[in-house]
């Protein structure tokens, strides 16, 4: 699979050289890499949801905010 930069770069070039059948196709596949790359989430993020995912294990409302959590010993 190509490298979505290196597709960008490639656009960039064919627009620049007036091909614009090569540039349609292209940008279509910089939008079909982008759509089926599944990127993780970042490491605070996944942090927050190995942490919901062990207060749902525990039975805890996770609608309810940590001040609210705290007070009421959840």
Do not use: C, F, N, W
């Amino acid at each position: 699979m190509a490298d979505v930069a290196a597709l960008e770069r490639a656009l960039v070039d064919a627009d620049a050289a007036g091909d614009t059948a090569a540039a349609q196709v292209l940008a279509s596949e910089i939008t079909r890499v982008r759509a089926t790359s599944s990127s993780k989430p970042d490491q605070y993020k996944q942090a927050a949801i190995d942490e919901r995912d062990q207060l749902q294990s525990q039975g805890m409302d996770t609608g309810a905010g940590y001040t609210r959590r705290v007070a009421y010993g959840a």
